[in-house]
C-alpha cells in the first residue's frame, strides 16, 4: 500500500478542499483555533496535525504524506483483522484487496483526513476483537482510539453503531456490553463540544442532496475491488458469501453495511451523505470478499481422508479369533538381560517359573501369541524392517494451502494490472475538479503587474493564497481583511460602494470565478459577489476565459462610450485546459 499511495503523489498541484488543509495548516496555532470557531470544526483535530507536518516543509507532496501513511496503516489493519478472525491467508487477501481498491488509492493521495480516520475505525474494530477475546476485557485503548478517530472527523461515530450490531450477533455477554459501553459512552463524551460547534456550520454542506439508489449503487462499485466488468461481479458475490464466514462475517458485514445505510436513511431528512463520509466501511468489503475467496477455496480444495492399511493384512484366522483380539502396534519389549537369548516358536507351551527367580513375564495368564510371520511387529528408527506409511492429510495439506494463498495474490494482482489506467488517471490532475496550480500558471502568463482581480465567490481567493508567486503583480481590489486576521478561510471583503470606486479607473479587470456561477441562469448566493457580477457586467464585457475544472478565470475590459457603432462582442467561447482529457 505505501508504494501504491507514493506512486504519482507530485500530480503538480492542489485542488479545492487541499488548498484549505494547505491554508490553514500553515497558520498559527492561535489563528487556527479562531478559525475552527467559524468554519471547519469537523477537521479541527487534523488542522492541528497538519501544522506540525507542513511545518517541516510546506509543499504538497508532504501535504498528502500522513494520508498515504493513514491508508497503509490501515491495509495493514485490516490484514491483521483477517488473520485473527480467520486465518492467514484471509488476512492476507484482504490487506491486498484493500489496498489495490481504486477508492483507497484515491484518498490515500488526498490531502484530507479521510485516510486517517479509516485507518481509524480499522484500529478499533482490532481492539474491539482483542477485547472480547480478552480476559478480563480491556476496553481503555479501544476508547481512546474511537474518541480519537471522531475528533478527526465526527462522523466516525457510525462505526459505534456497527460495532454494537457485532456484539449482538457474536452474542456478546453482559459483562462484554458493560464494557463497551463504558468505553463508547466516554468517546461520545469527548466528541460533544465539537458535535455543538460543528452544527452551528452546517451552512458548509448545503450543497449536498439526499442520496437514492443511484449513490448506493456508485458506493458498491467503488467499495468493489473493480468498479465495473466480471471483477466486480465476482467481488459482490464473494462479499454475499463472505457474509457467512462465521466471525468475519459478524464483524466485517456490519462495518460495510451499518455506516453507509445510517447515514443514507438519516440524509433523507438532512443531507449528510457523502463516500468519503464513510470511506472507513471499504474495510468491511474487502474482509467479506476474502472471507468468501477462502470459502470457496475451503469447498473446492478439501482434503480427502486417508487410512493407511498395514503392509501385510494379518490371516483371516487370527483376526477373527475371539481369543485374541488385535492390539495396537507399539515397541517389542527388550530381551530379558538375565538369560542368553532363546529361540520360542509360535506353538511351545509356557514354561514353569525358576525357583527364586520369581515370575517371567506372562506368568499366570495365557501367553500371547508370536506375531504371526505375515505381521511383522513395529521396529523403532534405525532398527530395520519396513518402513510404515506416512499420514497423507498432515503431509500433503501444508503445499496445498500454500497454492491457494499464492493463487489468491495473484488474482488480485491480475485486478490490479488489468486496471492499472484507472489507476494512472486516477494519479493524474485532471481526475479532480480542479487544478490550482494550473489556474494559477494561466494567471502568471496573462495577468498584467497592476490588472485588478476579483474572486467570485471570495473562497477562490485561496487559489491565490496557495501559489502567491502567480498572483504577485495582481491587485485584489476586493479584499479589506485577510483570512488569518479576521479568523475566515478567505478574508473579510470590502462593500460594493468601495469596490466601485477603485475598478473606477480600471479599463480592465480579471474575474476568478468557479465555472457554474458565471454560466447562466447560475446565480452567486451571497449579496456581495452578486455586486460583484452586477458592476462587472454593467461596465465591462468579457474578452476571453480559461476554463480548469470547477474554475474560471475571464477577462473584461471596460466598454466603449455610449454612442459607439460596434456591436457587443459576443461571450468568448471557454479555453479548455490542456490538461483534462
Known amino acids: 500500500m505505501l508504494a501504491i499511495g507514493l506512486w504519482g503523489l507530485d500530480r503538480g498541484g492542489i485542488w479545492g478542499d487541499e488548498g484549505v488543509t494547505f491554508l490553514v495548516g500553515q497558520r498559527s496555532v492561535p489563528q487556527i483555533w479562531r478559525f475552527l470557531h467559524g468554519m471547519d470544526a469537523v477537521h479541527g483535530l487534523y488542522y492541528l496535525l497538519m501544522h506540525a507536518v507542513l511545518a517541516v516543509r510546506p509543499d504538497e507532496v508532504v501535504l498528502r504524506l500522513p494520508s498515504v501513511c493513514g491508508a497503509a496503516a490501515a491495509a495493514g489493519l485490516v490484514a491483521a483483522l483477517g488473520v485473527r478472525l480467520a486465518r492467514p491467508r484471509v488476512g492476507l487477501w484482504a ?71 457485532t456484539l449482538a450477533l457474536l452474542r456478546a455477554p453482559g459483562r462484554v456490553w458493560a464494557g463497551w459501553g463504558r468505553a463508547a459512552g466516554a468517546a461520545g463524551l469527548v466528541l460533544l463540544p465539537q458535535v455543538w460547534v460543528s452544527r452551528r456550520q452546517s451552512a458548509q454542506v448545503a450543497w449536498l442532496v439526499a442520496p437514492g439508489w443511484e449513490q448506493a449503487g456508485q458506493l458498491l462499485r467503488d467499495f468493489a475491488v473493480a468498479p465495473h466488468g ?47 463520509y464513510v470511506l472507513y466501511a471499504l474495510a468491511g468489503a474487502s474482509l467479506l470478499v476474502a472471507a468468501g475467496a477462502d470459502r470457496c477455496a475451503r469447498a473446492v480444495v478439501r482434503p480427502r481422508p486417508h487410512h493407511p492399511s498395514p503392509v501385510h493384512p494379518p490371516s483371516p484366522v487370527h483376526a477373527q479369533s475371539p481369543a485374541h483380539p488385535p492390539r495396537p502396534a507399539r515397541a517389542p519389549y527388550p530381551p530379558p538381560p538375565a538369560y542368553p537369548p532363546r529361540t520360542v516358536r509360535a506353538t511351545a507351551q509356557p514354561s514353569s517359573p525358576r525357583p527364586g527367580t520369581g515370575a517371567t513375564p506372562g506368568a499366570g495368564a495365557p501367553p500371547s501369541p508370536a506375531p504371526p510371520p505375515s505381521a511383522p511387529p513395529s521396529a523403532p528408527p534405525g532398527a530395520g524392517g519396513p518402513p510404515s506409511a506416512p499420514p497423507r492429510t498432515s503431509v500433503s495439506r501444508a503445499p496445498v494451502r500454500s497454492r491457494v494463498a499464492l493463487a489468491g495474490v495473484l488474482a488480485v494482482g491480475v485486478v490490479f494490472v488489468h486496471h492499472l489506467p484507472l489507476y494512472r488517471y486516477d494519479r493524474s490532475a485532471a481526475h479532480r475538479p480542479e487544478n490550482l496550480a494550473a489556474v494559477a500558471a494561466v494567471a502568471a502568463r496573462e495577468i498584467r503587474p497592476g490588472d485588478p482581480v476579483l474572486f467570485v465567490p471570495s473562497v477562490w481567493r485561496l487559489t ?42 480600471a479599463d480592465r479587470v480579471w474575474v476568478l470565478a468557479e465555472t457554474r ?23 465591462f464585457e468579457p474578452r476571453a476565459q480559461y476554463v480548469r475544472g470547477r474554475v474560471t478565470l475571464r477577462l473584461y475590459v471596460r466598454r466603449a462610450a455610449q454612442g459607439a457603432t460596434s456591436a457587443p462582442p459576443a461571450p468568448p467561447a471557454p479555453r479548455p485546459s490542456p490538461a483534462r482529457r
Open 464 to 505: 491565490a493564497l496557495a501559489y502567491p508567486q502567480d498572483f504577485s503583480g495582481a491587485r485584489d481590489v476586493a479584499l479589506r481583511e485577510s483570512g488569518p486576521a479576521s479568523g475566515t478561510l478567505s478574508g473579510l471583503e470590502t462593500t460594493p460602494e468601495q469596490l466601485r470606486d477603485r475598478l473606477a479607473s
Open 95 to 165: 490487506g491486498l484487496l484493500y489496498a489495490v481498491t481504486p477508492l483507497t488509492g484515491h484518498y490515500a493521495q488526498e490531502g484530507r483526513s479521510y485516510a486517517l480516520v479509516a485507518a481509524g475505525v480499522a484500529a478499533a474494530t482490532l481492539l474491539l476483537v482483542r477485547a472480547l477475546e480478552a480476559r478480563p476485557s480491556r476496553w481503555l485503548p479501544y476508547g481512546t482510539v474511537v474518541a480519537v478517530t471522531c475528533l478527526l472527523h465526527e462522523l466516525a461515530v457510525l462505526a459505534l453503531c456497527a460495532h454494537a450490531v
Open 517 to 539: 456561477v458565471l454560466s447562466a441562469p447560475a446565480d452567486p448566493g451571497d449579496p456581495t459577489d452578486r455586486a460583484k457580477l452586477a458592476l462587472v457586467g454593467e461596465q
Open 230 to 276: 466480471p471483477a466486480f461481479w465476482a467481488a459482490v458475490l464473494l462479499m454475499a458469501a463472505g457474509l457467512g464466514a462465521g466471525r468475519t462475517g459478524a464483524v466485517a458485514g456490519p462495518l460495510l453495511l451499518v455506516p453507509p445505510g445510517v447515514l443514507m436513511i438519516l440524509s433523507q431528512v438532512r443531507p449528510l451523505y457523502h463516500e468519503r
